[in-house]
């Protein structure tokens, strides 16, 4: 480019020769163009502002979305997630949810509105915003209950199974033999275990049905494994710890060392009887201490066998736990009750009880009760208050029909009660004996 011919004196000359320019425009209107024009260069900073941050954060939005999305499809498609991964995906979703926020519509301009909300309806929803399935309800077991499961020996053949009782609730009742037959005629056996209440003052024996082969002592066996007797406020035994067998027509019970308490001691020969007694193929129990014969026991001293009692019974009486589940206990199964000689006196005993020890009576205050024996049958008056057919009398009633059975009675007829029928007995004819006592559902 060619420099100018032009010396700086020559263009201040040129200069001051062209006229003067003047606008002639006032101040004010000078002033107020120059104001819009800094408020009109304001307003466009701010929509420059406005554009960019919901840009920046849409874009972030983008992104994150981008990363998660592709991932959590890819689980899906290759293999089922585990519900550890699908907490953990949700988690991470509603955390990038909670950090980055969507600007809202006010703030945007109308187009921008418009366009999101059309991309919206075309984008699948994200996986993380479907309800996913929580899995299964978790089952209640004695765990979800307030008492806590002790340890419990399951060593129960295969063949065997228990199955539900035909009774089931708070108060748990005997079954008549006639009853019974009718659960043994489709190939079901019975099985009695004792257990103690909390206080270790006596035992409560439960009755449970089970299905299939193996002997009594399998099957015993099988209910140790099965019923957690904390369910229903009840403790269990010894035989929680022991391995029970069968030998030449005794059982043998092996335990570890000192796993039976001064407690359980006092107990023992109770817990036997009332488990093995039932079956009378069983003459005698043998310890065993992990294979070896004999047991040393803190207050008994060594054992190595003990005679089955089948001399079992006596009055009943109406015990609830603290689950409150009821159920029936003899006095022969204390450690305190008196034993009665002859069924009058039992019955007579019925309307007394040992509430000091939870043992309530059956039998109504004004209730009177009169037996009269013949061989096998007993007749027993009622005489007293007026009776209704009701859970209260229901209790009465089971309480005197085991009671008879263990002084011997084969049938029981109660008169002078002017009902038909108390739960499921019909007074108007003799009611079979009480073949088991408090028989329940195992769950």
């Known amino acids: 480019m060619e420099s100018s011919k032009w010396t700086e004196e020559e263009i201040q000359k040129q200069l001051e020769k ?6 002639k425009r006032s101040r004010e209107l000078i002033f107020h163009e120059i104001e819009g024009r800094l408020e009109e260069s304001k307003h466009s ?3 420059t502002r406005t554009w960019i941050m919901p840009g920046l954060a849409a874009a972030c939005l983008l992104a994150i979305i981008m990363i998660l999305v592709p991932g959590t499809l890819f689980k899906k498609e290759v293999s089922a997630p585990s519900l550890h991964e699908n907490s953990m995906d949700n988690k991470m979703a509603g955390k990038a949810k909670d950090q980055v926020k969507e600007p809202s519509p006010a703030a945007q301009p109308k187009q921008s509105v418009k366009t999101a909300r059309l991309e919206e309806q075309k984008k699948p929803a994200a996986p993380q915003e479907r ?3 929580s899995g299964p309800a978790k089952p209640e077991t004695s765990a979800d209950t307030p008492v806590q499961r002790r340890k419990v020996k399951v060593v129960a053949p295969p063949t065997v199974s228990i199955t539900a009782a035909v009774e089931s609730g708070k108060y748990h009742p005997p079954m ?6 009718q659960q043994l005629s489709s190939g079901k056996s019975v099985v009695t275990v004792a257990y103690s209440d909390e206080q270790a003052q006596f035992v409560v024996p439960v009755s449970f049905l089970v299905n299939g082969k193996g002997t009594y002592v399998d099957k015993v066996e099988n209910v140790l494994g099965s019923f957690n007797p904390e369910r229903v406020g009840l403790q269990p035994t010894f035989l929680n710890k022991a391995k029970l067998t069968e ?10 060392p000192g796993s039976v308490s001064s407690a359980e001691e006092a107990l023992l020969p109770k817990i036997l009887n009332y488990t093995f007694a039932y079956n009378k193929e069983y003459s005698n129990v043998k310890f065993m201490t ?11 001293g060594p054992k190595e066998e003990m005679d089955i009692n089948r001399s079992i019974g006596g009055a009943s009486y109406l015990y609830t736990s603290p689950s409150g589940d009821e159920f029936l206990v003899e006095s022969n199964a204390t450690s305190f009750a008196d034993s009665a000689g002859s069924l009058q006196e039992a019955l007579e005993q019925l309307s007394k ?3 000091d020890q939870k043992l309530m009576p059956a039998v109504p205050d004004g209730i009177k009760l009169t037996a009269t024996r013949s061989g096998t049958m007993t007749a027993i008056r009622v005489d007293g208050n007026d009776l209704k057919n009701d859970e209260e009398t229901r209790k009465m009633m089971d309480a005197i029909l085991v009671t008879a059975k263990n002084y011997g009675s084969q049938s ?13 007995y019909d007074l108007e004819q003799p009611i079979d004996h009480v073949a088991v006592v408090n028989f329940m559902n195992v769950k």
């Not at 062209?18 to 606008?23: G, T």
């Not at 992990?290 to 008994?300: A, I, R």
């Not at 029981?412 to 499921?424: C, I, K, W």
Request: cysteine-free.
């Open 18 to 23: 062209m006229p003067p320019v003047k606008d």
């Open 45 to 47: 900073k701010k929509i």
């Open 131 to 133: 309800v996913k399935p």
């Open 176 to 181: 008549t033999m006639k009853a019974l037959n």
């Open 247 to 256: 030998k030449e027509g005794s059982v043998v019970v092996d335990l570890p």
């Open 290 to 300: 992990d294979d070896k014969p004999g047991y040393e026991f803190s207050n008994l």
């Open 353 to 355: 009880g040992y509430k």
């Open 412 to 424: 029981v007829s109660v008169t002078n009660t002017d009902l038909e029928a108390v739960g499921p």
